[in-house]
């Protein structure tokens, strides 16, 4: 193991020695923030923690003492003199200089920015001195000339070291030269270095020749292979790294720049005077103004005020988002102290200065929050409401228990995972002290109120005295009040439709609500993790302040101890947590990246969630990053977390306080009191979208996530557009259809068929058997009309649990394909014959298993006396991998006893032949159809089938997979009114104009036949024409394909192509239709694998593909008994084609055809095909390949029996 492990050992000891070199020499650097100096250091450290490096926090912070820059010099003294370094944090450290830098950097931004600059140059050029005076050079005196400067006093404005100026500094020659093309680009302004706040200020330079932008993360669109150099002023020379486009807030309007320069290292951000006029922009300088005009537009794009130095500067905020709306705030934070008001679900600014000015908690900082102040819209988003009129309370409780306020918020929407859609809270009014429970229905508030009032009781040493609360259904059942007067506890209630007299408990919904609200949106954090933001947030709020109490919080008022918040981060956030050595080996790596969902509340640990597994973990042994969040797939960011709640919002004890620009500045402190003043949620107004039609969500959208991007659907999403059958209601867990009668009454259906079926036995749990879980899935079903059929459930095993080789092997079983079903419903209209339909209940249940499978009792189905037992399987159950295999080898079985073939070309269809007559089978899981020539074969079989199965017969075909069957007298016709229907419903567009073909005629689609090829990298072009089909399909609605009675019972084939159709990569589209009793029974569009360099050689490959077709369809009828007569005729409309298929002719142009699409000379050699030629407007297939005019559509499309019923 040594040896094996040597080499590896090696890599991680030269890993850990690049790693101390770099932290060894770590310095900061000048100008940078202290954010960015830490992140750079805890980047290093954790890297060697990885690698087993002993990375103590204290180690840590004596470095970054050692190496900060000059200019926190006096703080470092401060903080060494004032705190053990042996227990300061790196998290302390940190919040600490943060708050010293904001000090730094608080002052007059204008005067600093814009103070001209004054340097000196050593060559005598022409310049100003520091007097009235006017000469050669600068100096400090009258006249020409330097006059007499002490050198020692000298600081360098570019190294910062003394004695020597700015252009004498020894770095200049430590730059690179840049080579000088023919024409310099001139840069003539040069300012000082700027702020972090001042870096929105762009300068009016007429001697800029280009727009100019030193920050690369700026550019929403950049061109790094563009190059250049610019001079400055100093003739010293710039690279310039690219050209790109910036989006700017420019005078409340957002403006694209384009065409500007990316020069790294530029201390100032230029606007070109002569580039914005070559885009059309007109200047008016009038006094002291200078106003840009749109010539064209009549509008102002920007303005500016000369400044002290006589320069013109526009302020322009960098805007990364497409989001073009201002928006009014309501919370504004200090940047010092943003990273604890993250930490704290965005609590209140007041709130927040109120836990470390007076202590109220352990480990939070003191904040110097001074006037400059950042704008949080995720408190504006998250927490905007109408404003309250206050009341005072008339009465106020003594001692913990004495009263409890409650009540139920809800239902949210979405609902959770595990189908938790409401949420019950209790508040101590003494402590305020609230304690949250989540439910899936309103029904289960009397057994969480139990739970609650054994926990405060016992934790307390107290007995609950009073419970106040509304006169909803859930508090006013006979147990909850035959309970209550039990234990002696006394009621209040409100009075009808009052909800201001239980304004504690309405009051503190809301309060959980905004911060969770805030906490989901700060790290984009999917809406349906709600349940875990909303425990969070009132963990948050028991250690915040409230109004009610004095400088105290609730958590303290409740336990009588100080809490302490160290141990808070922000919701949503990276963690990183250490995976134990025991769980794993030597090369593995040594943690896990999560992401933070709260604290635990059975151990002194963080609750983390793995996306990868889905799954919670406990650990202590995390590390954060809290820059960043998750990459969620899943983009449902802009969806709004609904709760539905009384239309009263309750007032605090004071009411909130408003600043003089309308902003509410306590909205989150803990206010509640019984009486309170009606409040209405609104929504702001936009700023700035003067006449812009607001676009509301519309119906169909109201259960699904959507967001302002363009929606995707993924492949989780896939199986939830195709299966649009499943009730929006269905339970999702056992708990949730418990409730109801008639899910309880298909549970037990369930149960009763599996135990009938004889599928388990209840045995003892083998020594190194594994048991797997179970499931129950409910599912609405309907009939051919959309109304309610039944209400199934089922119970599934959890087979992603199974290992191949020990509990299955072989997985695969054959299905019907649709070209089958539409065979055999073709050929019966021909006969005239009618199609049958079986369905088999609990079709996989009669599958025997050849494995030994274990699984767990049922949930709600548990033996009492024999808990410990599990089951074991004699046959499948619904989730086994190998379940659908063991039901094709059961019915196989079963049909071969019966005296059935399978064809071996169709496996899933079985004939049984009896002198002149024979019955066909077809078999699509567990839904069987079947027709014949003979209704006693038909009915003998339908017998024996009930007979061994558990079946429900179905009668006549008249809905089967979506289809809508119509048998009668004329024929068979087949459509898909309801599944078409759904589709329009769901993306709503049922009021919408239809048209009269799927796509424009002539159109070409740059990277679904046609657009599906797009749906990885799709645009507007093609929304457009996925909306036009639907269009197309509402228009429609009516049509199907209609198989007629005596009609021809010859297949009958068209196989077309265009040339070089796919404008990306010049391949063409081959197309297919076969026919048989006068209406479509296969078809296809597929895009050629090849290009192809003629229109002969693409109508060749086209054909080729359909003959592989027609030999299948030939092969099928034959077995069920339709032999054909000669050849399979197949139509092609090009003539050159046909006799390349018939000999090898034009060889010169066919030689490099490949040897598979020959096949089909041979078929045609020996008969098997005959490919005959027909014209351009007879191409049935034509519609496969191309957009063609509405009246070739119409006419090709009625040729293919599409038609309406009544037609």
Not at 600 to 623: C, F, H, M, N, W
Not at 731 to 736: N, Q, T
């Given at each position: 193991m040594k040896r094996k492990y040597q080499g590896n050992d090696r890599v991680q000891s030269a890993q850990l020695q690049r790693l101390r070199r770099s932290f060894e020499v770590l310095e900061m650097k000048i100008g940078e923030t202290i954010t960015g100096y830490f992140s750079r250091v805890m980047e290093i450290t954790n890297d060697m923690r990885n690698l087993g490096e002993d990375m103590p926090d204290s180690k840590v912070v004596e470095k970054i003492l050692r190496t900060l820059v000059e200019k926190f010099t006096y703080v470092v003294c401060a903080i060494e003199e004032s705190n053990n370094i042996k227990e300061l944090t790196v998290d302390g450290l940190q919040s600490s200089l943060m708050?010293?830098?904001?000090?730094?950097?608080?002052?007059?931004?204008?005067?600093?920015?814009?103070?001209?600059?004054?340097?000196?140059?050593?060559?005598?050029?022409?310049?100003?001195?520091?007097?009235?005076?006017?000469?050669?050079?600068?100096?400090?005196?009258?006249?020409?000339?330097?006059?007499?400067?002490?050198?020692?006093?000298?600081?360098?404005?570019?190294?910062?070291k003394m004695g020597h100026y700015k252009a004498e500094c020894p770095s200049w020659e430590k730059e690179a030269n840049y080579v000088e093309m023919e024409e310099d680009l001139l840069l003539m302004a040069h300012v000082e270095q700027i702020g972090d706040e001042e870096k929105q200020i762009w300068f009016l330079d007429s001697g800029c020749s280009n727009h100019m932008c030193g920050t690369r993360e700026w550019f929403l669109e950049l061109d790094s292979g563009f190059k250049q150099n610019v001079r400055l002023g100093d003739d010293r020379r710039m690279a310039v790294e690219g050209k790109g486009k910036l989006r700017l807030e420019v005078d409340g309007r957002i403006q694209v720049i384009s065409d500007v320069y990316f020069v790294p290292g530029l201390k100032n951000n230029l606007f070109s005077v002569g580039q914005l006029q070559q885009k059309g922009l007109r200047f008016i300088i009038e006094g002291d103004v200078c106003e840009v005009w749109h010539k064209t537009e009549k509008r102002m794009v920007m303005h500016s005020t000369m400044t002290k130095n006589r320069m013109f500067v526009v302020f322009a905020a960098v805007k990364k988002s497409k989001e073009t709306e201002e928006t009014r705030c309501l919370q504004v934070i200090g940047k010092a102290n943003n990273m604890w008001h993250k930490r704290f679900g965005h609590l209140n600014h007041q709130g927040l200065r109120s836990l470390a000015e007076k202590e109220m908690v352990k480990g939070l900082p003191k904040f110097d929050l001074g006037e400059e102040e950042a704008v949080c819209d995720i408190c504006l988003k998250g927490k905007q409401i109408r404003e309250s009129i206050p009341k005072e309370s008339a009465w106020k409780s003594t001692q913990v228990l004495q009263l409890v306020h409650t009540d139920i918020c809800g239902p949210i929407n979405p609902a959770s995972t595990s189908g938790k859609r409401y949420i019950l809270n209790f508040i101590d009014d003494f402590s305020r002290k609230c304690w949250t429970y989540l439910l899936s229905e309103k029904s289960e508030t009397f057994q969480f109120f139990k739970e609650f009032k054994a926990e405060v009781e016992r934790e307390s040493g107290k007995k609950l005295v009073c419970l106040r609360s509304d006169r909803g259904g859930e508090y006013n059942s006979r147990e909850f009040d035959e309970y209550c007067k039990e234990f002696g506890i006394k009621r209040q209630l409100t009075a009808a439709y009052t909800p201001q007299q239980n304004g504690v408990a309405e009051r503190k919904n809301r309060s959980v609500m905004n911060m969770t609200r805030c906490m989901l949106m700060e790290m984009s954090v999917p809406r349906k993790f709600w349940p875990e933001a909303v425990q969070y947030a009132v963990y948050i709020l028991n250690r915040s302040p409230s109004k009610a109490l004095n400088d105290i919080t609730p958590e303290e008022k409740w336990s009588s101890w100080k809490p302490s918040v160290e141990h808070l981060r922000i919701f949503g956030s990276l963690a990183y947590a250490l995976v134990p050595y025991q769980k794993r080996i030597k090369l593995d790596e040594k943690s896990i990246k999560c992401v933070m969902f709260g604290v635990s509340k059975e151990s002194k640990a963080y609750r983390l969630y793995d996306p990868a597994t889905g799954k919670i973990l406990i650990s202590r042994d995390v590390q954060f990053d809290e820059e960043r969040g998750w990459e969620w797939e899943d983009k449902s960011l802009e969806e709004e977390l609904v709760w539905d709640n009384s239309d009263h919002e309750p007032a605090g004890e004071e009411g909130p306080e408003i600043n003089h620009n309308g902003q509410q500045d306590q909205e989150e402190t803990e206010e509640e009191e019984e009486t309170v003043a009606e409040t209405v949620h609104q929504n702001l107004p936009a700023v700035g979208t003067g006449g812009v039609r607001q676009r509301q969500q519309p119906v169909w959208m109201k259960d699904y996530v959507v967001g302002n991007a363009r929606v995707l659907i993924t492949q989780d999403e896939e199986d939830e557009v195709l299966a649009l059958f499943i009730g929006p209601d269905d339970p999702v867990c056992f708990e949730e259809a418990a409730q109801l009668e008639v899910w309880r009454k298909a549970m037990e259906a369930e149960i009763t068929s599996i135990e009938e079926n004889n599928t388990w036995e209840l045995v003892e749990l083998p020594e190194e058997a594994k048991v797997i879980g179970l499931k129950w899935i409910f599912k609405t079903k309907f009939n051919e009309k959309g109304e309610v059929d039944k209400f199934k459930a089922r119970l599934v095993a959890k087979g992603y649990h199974q290992r191949y080789g020990v509990d299955f092997y072989e997985v695969f079983a054959p299905v019907a394909k649709w070209d089958t079903i539409r065979l055999i419903l073709g050929l019966a209209a021909e006969k005239g014959w009618s199609v049958f339909q079986l369905d088999v209940k609990s079709a996989f249940l009669h599958g025997d298993l050849k494995e030994d499978v274990f699984v767990e009792q049922p949930k709600g189905f548990e033996v009492e006396e024999e808990s410990s037992k599990v089951y074991k399987l004699k046959k499948a159950l619904y989730g086994l991998k190998q379940a659908p295999r063991a039901w094709y080898s059961r019915i196989e079985e079963f049909f071969g006893k019966e005296g059935f073939e399978k064809?071996?070309?169709?496996?899933?269809?079985?004939?049984?032949?009896?002198?002149?007559?024979?019955?066909?089978?077809?078999?699509?899981?567990?839904?069987?159809?079947?027709?014949?020539?003979?209704?006693?074969?038909?009915?003998?079989?339908?017998?024996?089938?009930?007979?061994?199965?558990?079946?429900?017969?179905?009668?006549?075909?008249?809905?089967?997979?979506?289809?809508?069957?119509?048998?009668?007298?004329?024929?068979?016709?087949?459509?898909?009114?309801?599944?078409?229907?759904?589709?329009?419903?769901?993306?709503?567009?049922?009021?919408?104009?239809?048209?009269?073909?799927?796509?424009?005629?002539?159109?070409?689609?740059?990277?679904?036949?046609?657009?599906?090829?797009?749906?990885?990298?799709?645009?507007?072009?093609?929304?457009?024409?996925?909306?036009?089909?639907?269009?197309?399909?509402?228009?429609?609605?009516?049509?199907?394909?209609?198989?007629?009675?005596?009609?021809?019972?010859?297949?009958?084939?068209?196989?077309?192509?265009?040339?070089?159709?796919?404008?990306?990569?010049?391949?063409?589209?081959?197309?297919?239709?076969?026919?048989?009793?006068?209406?479509?029974?296969?078809?296809?569009?597929?895009?050629?694998?090849?290009?192809?360099?003629?229109?002969?050689?693409?109508?060749?490959?086209?054909?080729?593909?359909?003959?592989?077709?027609?030999?299948?369809?030939?092969?099928?009828?034959?077995?069920?008994?339709?032999?054909?007569?000669?050849?399979?005729?197949?139509?092609?409309?090009?003539?050159?084609?046909?006799?390349?298929?018939?000999?090898?002719?034009?060889?010169?142009?066919?030689?490099?055809?490949?040897?598979?699409?020959?096949?089909?000379?041979?078929?045609?050699?020996?008969?098997?095909?005959?490919?005959?030629?027909?014209?351009?407007?007879?191409?049935?297939?034509?519609?496969?390949?191309?957009?063609?005019?509405?009246?070739?559509?119409?006419?090709?499309?009625?040729?293919?029996?599409?038609?309406?019923?009544?037609?």
């Amino acid at each position: 193991m040594k040896r094996k492990y040597q080499g590896n050992d090696r890599v991680q000891s030269a890993q850990l020695q690049r790693l101390r070199r770099s932290f060894e020499v770590l310095e900061m650097k000048i100008g940078e923030t202290i954010t960015g100096y830490f992140s750079r250091v805890m980047e290093i450290t954790n890297d060697m923690r990885n690698l087993g490096e002993d990375m103590p926090d204290s180690k840590v912070v004596e470095k970054i003492l050692r190496t900060l820059v000059e200019k926190f010099t006096y703080v470092v003294c401060a903080i060494e003199e004032s705190n053990n370094i042996k227990e300061l944090t790196v998290d302390g450290l940190q919040s600490s200089l943060m708050v010293h830098e904001q000090n730094l950097s608080r002052h007059d931004v204008e005067e600093r920015v814009l103070k001209a600059e004054t340097q000196w140059r050593p060559d005598g050029g022409r310049g100003r001195g520091g007097s009235p005076s006017r000469g050669r050079g600068r100096g400090g005196y009258q006249g020409r000339g330097r006059g007499y400067v002490n050198r020692d006093t000298v600081e360098c404005f570019k190294c910062h070291k003394m004695g020597h100026y700015k252009a004498e500094c020894p770095s200049w020659e430590k730059e690179a030269n840049y080579v000088e093309m023919e024409e310099d680009l001139l840069l003539m302004a040069h300012v000082e270095q700027i702020g972090d706040e001042e870096k929105q200020i762009w300068f009016l330079d007429s001697g800029c020749s280009n727009h100019m932008c030193g920050t690369r993360e700026w550019f929403l669109e950049l061109d790094s292979g563009f190059k250049q150099n610019v001079r400055l002023g100093d003739d010293r020379r710039m690279a310039v790294e690219g050209k790109g486009k910036l989006r700017l807030e420019v005078d409340g309007r957002i403006q694209v720049i384009s065409d500007v320069y990316f020069v790294p290292g530029l201390k100032n951000n230029l606007f070109s005077v002569g580039q914005l006029q070559q885009k059309g922009l007109r200047f008016i300088i009038e006094g002291d103004v200078c106003e840009v005009w749109h010539k064209t537009e009549k509008r102002m794009v920007m303005h500016s005020t000369m400044t002290k130095n006589r320069m013109f500067v526009v302020f322009a905020a960098v805007k990364k988002s497409k989001e073009t709306e201002e928006t009014r705030c309501l919370q504004v934070i200090g940047k010092a102290n943003n990273m604890w008001h993250k930490r704290f679900g965005h609590l209140n600014h007041q709130g927040l200065r109120s836990l470390a000015e007076k202590e109220m908690v352990k480990g939070l900082p003191k904040f110097d929050l001074g006037e400059e102040e950042a704008v949080c819209d995720i408190c504006l988003k998250g927490k905007q409401i109408r404003e309250s009129i206050p009341k005072e309370s008339a009465w106020k409780s003594t001692q913990v228990l004495q009263l409890v306020h409650t009540d139920i918020c809800g239902p949210i929407n979405p609902a959770s995972t595990s189908g938790k859609r409401y949420i019950l809270n209790f508040i101590d009014d003494f402590s305020r002290k609230c304690w949250t429970y989540l439910l899936s229905e309103k029904s289960e508030t009397f057994q969480f109120f139990k739970e609650f009032k054994a926990e405060v009781e016992r934790e307390s040493g107290k007995k609950l005295v009073c419970l106040r609360s509304d006169r909803g259904g859930e508090y006013n059942s006979r147990e909850f009040d035959e309970y209550c007067k039990e234990f002696g506890i006394k009621r209040q209630l409100t009075a009808a439709y009052t909800p201001q007299q239980n304004g504690v408990a309405e009051r503190k919904n809301r309060s959980v609500m905004n911060m969770t609200r805030c906490m989901l949106m700060e790290m984009s954090v999917p809406r349906k993790f709600w349940p875990e933001a909303v425990q969070y947030a009132v963990y948050i709020l028991n250690r915040s302040p409230s109004k009610a109490l004095n400088d105290i919080t609730p958590e303290e008022k409740w336990s009588s101890w100080k809490p302490s918040v160290e141990h808070l981060r922000i919701f949503g956030s990276l963690a990183y947590a250490l995976v134990p050595y025991q769980k794993r080996i030597k090369l593995d790596e040594k943690s896990i990246k999560c992401v933070m969902f709260g604290v635990s509340k059975e151990s002194k640990a963080y609750r983390l969630y793995d996306p990868a597994t889905g799954k919670i973990l406990i650990s202590r042994d995390v590390q954060f990053d809290e820059e960043r969040g998750w990459e969620w797939e899943d983009k449902s960011l802009e969806e709004e977390l609904v709760w539905d709640n009384s239309d009263h919002e309750p007032a605090g004890e004071e009411g909130p306080e408003i600043n003089h620009n309308g902003q509410q500045d306590q909205e989150e402190t803990e206010e509640e009191e019984e009486t309170v003043a009606e409040t209405v949620h609104q929504n702001l107004p936009a700023v700035g979208t003067g006449g812009v039609r607001q676009r509301q969500q519309p119906v169909w959208m109201k259960d699904y996530v959507v967001g302002n991007a363009r929606v995707l659907i993924t492949q989780d999403e896939e199986d939830e557009v195709l299966a649009l059958f499943i009730g929006p209601d269905d339970p999702v867990c056992f708990e949730e259809a418990a409730q109801l009668e008639v899910w309880r009454k298909a549970m037990e259906a369930e149960i009763t068929s599996i135990e009938e079926n004889n599928t388990w036995e209840l045995v003892e749990l083998p020594e190194e058997a594994k048991v797997i879980g179970l499931k129950w899935i409910f599912k609405t079903k309907f009939n051919e009309k959309g109304e309610v059929d039944k209400f199934k459930a089922r119970l599934v095993a959890k087979g992603y649990h199974q290992r191949y080789g020990v509990d299955f092997y072989e997985v695969f079983a054959p299905v019907a394909k649709w070209d089958t079903i539409r065979l055999i419903l073709g050929l019966a209209a021909e006969k005239g014959w009618s199609v049958f339909q079986l369905d088999v209940k609990s079709a996989f249940l009669h599958g025997d298993l050849k494995e030994d499978v274990f699984v767990e009792q049922p949930k709600g189905f548990e033996v009492e006396e024999e808990s410990s037992k599990v089951y074991k399987l004699k046959k499948a159950l619904y989730g086994l991998k190998q379940a659908p295999r063991a039901w094709y080898s059961r019915i196989e079985e079963f049909f071969g006893k019966e005296g059935f073939e399978k064809c071996y070309c169709e496996h899933t269809l079985f004939v049984k032949k009896e002198r002149s007559d024979f019955l066909v089978v077809s078999v699509y899981v567990d839904d069987l159809i079947y027709t014949g020539s003979s209704m006693e074969m038909i009915e003998g079989f339908k017998n024996s089938m009930m007979e061994e199965f558990a079946m429900t017969d179905l009668g006549k075909m008249k809905y089967f997979l979506g289809v809508e069957v119509i048998q009668d007298e004329r024929g068979i016709f087949i459509n898909q009114r309801k599944y078409a229907a759904e589709i329009i419903k769901k993306y709503g567009m049922e009021g919408c104009n239809s048209v009269k073909n799927p796509i424009v005629p002539g159109q070409k689609l740059t990277k679904a036949g046609a657009v599906s090829r797009y749906m990885e990298s799709p645009n507007e072009q093609h929304l457009l024409a996925v909306k036009r089909i639907l269009r197309y399909v509402q228009g429609t609605l009516d049509l199907g394909i209609q198989y007629e009675r005596g009609g021809a019972t010859e297949l009958v084939g068209f196989v077309d192509s265009d040339y070089a159709g796919d404008v990306d990569d010049r391949k063409s589209t081959s197309g297919y239709v076969f026919m048989l009793g006068g209406g479509a029974i296969a078809w296809a569009s597929k895009k050629q694998p090849i290009v192809t360099l003629s229109t002969t050689e693409a109508e060749f490959v086209s054909a080729s593909y359909g003959a592989c077709q027609a030999v299948w369809l030939r092969n099928v009828l034959e077995e069920i008994g339709c032999r054909q007569e000669g050849g399979t005729l197949v139509f092609c409309d090009n003539s050159s084609t046909i006799k390349l298929s018939k000999n090898p002719v034009l060889h010169g142009r066919s030689k490099h055809i490949h040897v598979r699409y020959h096949f089909l000379r041979e078929l045609v050699k020996e008969g098997t095909i005959r490919l005959d030629y027909c014209t351009t407007t007879d191409q049935v297939a034509d519609i496969m390949t191309k957009a063609v005019k509405r009246e070739v559509f119409e006419e090709l499309r009625g040729r293919m029996g599409v038609r309406r019923r009544e037609e």
